[in-house]
């Protein structure tokens, strides 16, 4: 066997921090995701029966009627002894409906005195990953993995779906419509898809066997297409390893010098053939303790030998070392080529090929990706234009070919239709309509659908005060405030396309072309500047400073009280729902006053007039006189109504002789408009 050389040491201490000697190591959390029927729990199955030795919590969410999923784990948790526990959360779906029982749930868990190995989230089919880790990290809980099941013989399919989330009872049970699924009813299937694979850490492409070679292949370039940094694995029945679904423990390195360290080494290492080889390697360094991360590349990507092998870990270059030591196991396939040196190496023949290989990296695929970017508004009329013209894509993703031979084979691109968007797999990003220049418009095009939803407030639209609380973290405020520019502040365009043959010119100028033109940007501004002067009296300052005396306006009678802070905003309210004055009373109650003006708050002394009610109390953060809606309901009504002005322009962008339209509904967390290519 060749003498196995050191490895380079290319990021010391790049990323991570020490672990606490005298704190328990708290155990690692698995997001595990995917459609109904990819196989979820067939995986988690084969690993809880294959866990060598862990002792592993499961929380299975599953909203249908009769919990299947949790009825298959729990002959599985009894045949385990105490080493494994399932709860089960039946409440709705843990992104939405059932957010507030997940955190408790995890946290009763994780604060036992025999604490698990390793805690795993089996997701519904429809949950949304983001979500959840967003609802987890709210409760100071940390998800180390996301983990996405995809079925290599249905993605072709489901990419291409013109179906919604509640019209799929296979995906969200006969049920769709009520509570437990009031989050993704109206989304897209393939919309869901592909944000569960944008999310995930990890890709298991499951029922490989099931999958034709084009299939599979296609299955395999699209996730890399949608993930550039995901780990992918092809599976059959679940069989995954275990280090593909859970993370290494923190305090797995504790017996290395550099413990809590996140490193990053490169080698050149003979071998790797194939991308049976790549795996093979893989699997044997993600069996280490402490590697989070290993890249190889193989001869099918250089032509040749030695080739580079990248591992992120905690461990020593020892370990990592031992490990492909034990994987050749005395042969003299698998060796370390020392850096700038030639050797001589002979191949060792590989196994038949297998029917699949994994892609490394975008540029092996032929797929790039575009951000568009501009800081005016679209035209609503020419863009409805530009999107009448979008090529239609096949109902079956057709991505086998690898290089420059890869592409999309949709349907040839009719005159009239604007190639410039033919091979664009994806599109996301933040729009500005000029028919709105208060709230962001989120773009989204995934298989034959392209949506244009309601993305929230500008910024820019709010004070400096109420943005600063909405971002208490500097770094998230400094990165939000960098985006300003002169007087539109965080107002843009910021569009990222996926694809394959992307032309950046040929997409740039399409959207250019839908720009506003300076005669139409000077029309814009001059329309919306009563609604802009407004905006900024609203915004203060306002008639009574912090400690000013005050009456408030309970209905029945006056309050006197004083001003103890302005810009007031309670958890869970959106961005723009915020009030100038917080009071507290004479009597010690706690109110806001939801508008500057005399009929809710006046100087003290002042008229004993009665009028509406306009303030809402609270008594340590309970509210005593008046509802929560009542209390805002100056100020929502304002921002409803605008809200209600973005959807009605909204309406007129729906008829569209080329798509089949969805409705819109009335809520302001709809849609903006949504088209089936």
């Known amino acids: 066997m060749r003498r196995l050389r050191h490895l380079s040491l290319l990021l010391g201490a790049a990323r991570g921090s020490a672990i606490s000697l005298d704190a328990p190591a708290r155990p690692p959390m698995t997001l595990l995701g995917g459609f109904l029927g990819t196989g979820k729990t067939t995986t988690l199955t084969h690993l809880l029966t294959n866990r060598d030795g862990l002792r592993i919590a499961v929380l299975v969410n599953d909203v249908a009627a009769v919990n299947v999923d949790a009825m298959s784990l729990r002959r599985t948790a009894v045949q385990g002894g105490g080493d494994i526990e399932m709860v089960q959360l039946e409440n709705g779906c843990v992104c939405c409906s059932a957010a507030g029982d997940l955190v408790p749930a995890v946290a009763a868990l994780l604060e036992r005195n025999d604490p698990f190995d390793h805690v795993v989230i089996e997701l519904s089919g429809v949950a949304d990953p983001m979500n959840v880790q967003k609802s987890l990290g709210l409760g100071g809980i940390e998800v180390n993995r996301k983990v996405a099941l995809v ?6 399919v489901l990419y291409g779906s013109v179906q919604k989330a509640g019209e799929r009872e296979d995906l969200t049970g006969p049920h769709a419509h009520e509570d437990a699924h009031a989050c993704v009813v109206e989304r897209p299937v393939a919309e869901l898809l592909l944000q569960q694979i944008e999310a995930a850490d990890v890709i298991l492409a499951n029922k490989c066997d099931l999958a034709t070679d084009e299939e599979l292949q296609t299955t395999l370039n699209a996730c890399r297409a949608l993930n550039a940094k995901a780990a992918i694995v092809m599976t059959t029945f679940g069989n995954a390893q275990l280090s593909d679904v859970l993370p290494r423990r923190s305090a797995a390195s504790a017996a290395v010098p550099e413990r809590g360290v996140t490193k990053e080494y490169a080698l ?5 053939n194939c991308g049976g080889c790549g795996k093979a390697v893989r699997e044997a360094l993600m069996a280490v303790d402490g590697v989070t991360e290993v890249l190889a590349q193989s001869k099918a990507d250089s032509g040749g030998h030695p080739n580079k092998v990248r591992v992120r870990c905690s461990c020593s270059e020892a370990a990592v070392v031992q490990a492909i030591a034990n994987l050749d196991a005395g042969r003299g396939k698998f060796t370390i080529a020392q850096p700038g ?6 191949e060792f023949a590989c196994s038949p090929p297998p029917r699949a290989t994994v892609p490394n990296s975008l540029g092996e695929l032929g797929v790039a990706t575009y951000v568009y970017r501009a800081r005016r508004p679209f035209n609503h009329q020419r863009l409805v234009e530009l999107l009448e013209r979008w090529p239609l894509p096949s109902k079956v993703l057709r991505l086998e070919r690898l290089g420059k031979q890869a592409a999309v084979e949709a349907e040839p691109v009719t005159p009239g239709r604007i190639s410039a968007f033919s091979g664009v797999l994806r599109s996301k990003g933040t729009a500005w309509l000029d028919q709105e220049p208060r709230f962001a418009a989120t773009w989204s095009h995934a298989g034959r659908h392209f949506r244009l939803n309601y993305g929230g407030v500008w910024w820019a639209m709010l004070p400096e ?3 600063m609380q909405c971002l208490p973290k500097p770094e998230e405020f400094a990165a939000e405030r960098a985006l300003f520019h002169r007087e539109d502040g965080d107002r843009r365009q910021e569009i990222v396309f996926i694809g394959t043959q992307v032309n950046d010119e040929n997409i740039a100028a399409a959207l250019d ?10 029309a814009y501004r001059a329309r919306w500047a009563p609604e802009e002067r407004r905006l900024a009296l609203e915004a203060g300052p306002f008639r009574f400073d912090v400690g000013a005396r005050v009456e408030c306006n309970q209905g029945p009678r006056w309050s006197s009280g004083a001003v103890v802070a302005h810009y007031y905003r309670e958890p869970g309210w959106a961005p723009e729902e915020w009030t100038p004055y917080q009071v507290k009373l004479d009597d010690g109650d706690l ?3 939801p508008a500057d003006v005399d009929e809710c708050i006046r100087a003290e002394p002042a008229p004993t007039l009665a009028i509406e009610a306009n303030v809402t109390t ?6 005593s006189l008046f509802s929560f809606d009542r209390g805002l309901e100056t100020v929502r009504a304002t921002r409803r109504a605008a809200r209600s002005q973005a959807q009605q322009c909204a309406l007129r962008w729906v008829h569209l002789h080329a798509w089949a339209v969805r409705p819109l509904d009335t809520t302001a967390e709809s849609a903006l408009a949504m088209f089936m290519l």
């Open 341 to 346: 040196t030639a050797e001589e190496y002979e």
């Open 465 to 467: 005060p109420v943005m």
């Open 513 to 522: 072309a839908c720009l506003c033109t300076d005669e139409e940007l000077r």
């Open 151 to 156: 079925d290599a013989n249905a993605f072709p």
């Open 268 to 272: 050149m290492l003979n071998g790797i």
């Open 618 to 623: 609270s008594h340590e953060s309970r509210r």
């Open 591 to 593: 109110i806001y006053a």
